[in-house]
Nanobody, 125 residues
Framework: QVQLVESGGGLVQAGGSHRLSCAAS????????MAWFRQAPGKEREFVAA????????VIAATVKGRFTISRDNAKNMVYLQMNSLKPGDTAVYYC??????????????????WGQGTQVTVSS
């Protein structure tokens, strides 16, 4: 089992950069695929990015590709989301999630077993 705690949310100006962090507890962190999802008011939760257990492979949603990157540090039990060129449309609550590795790509929220409480990111124009 793993517990996840996000941090780093806040108010950012459009065009700016920001980094979110997710701290994971548990000795088996390096055994989980990690991902970031986000949910804007009145919208469904959407996939943002995922990273393999080793950190070598990543999947980035088309809506943020070229602007966001995901990384992990297994020694520190941490996952990061670097967000660049932020837009007002990126405003949402951002969630960290974890799941065991499997044959599917890991872009669906239903595949993830563990979730953090979320952190709000607001991008002002």
């Amino acid at each position: 089992q793993v517990q996840l705690v996000e941090s780093g949310g806040g108010l950012v100006q459009a065009g700016g950069s920001h980094r979110l962090s997710c701290a994971a507890s548990g000795r088996t962190f390096s055994s989980y695929v990690m991902a970031w999802f986000r949910q804007a008011p009145g919208k469904e939760r959407e996939f943002v990015a995922a990273i393999s257990v080793s950190g070598i492979s990543t999947v980035i949603a088309a809506t943020v590709k070229g602007r966001f990157t995901i990384s992990r540090d297994n020694a520190k039990n941490m996952v990061y989301l670097q967000m660049n060129s932020l837009k007002p449309g990126d405003t949402a609550v951002y969630y960290c999630a974890a799941k065991p590795p499997g044959p599917n790509g890991g872009t669906f929220s239903g595949q993830y077993n563990y979730w953090g409480q979320g952190t709000q990111v607001t991008v002002s124009s």
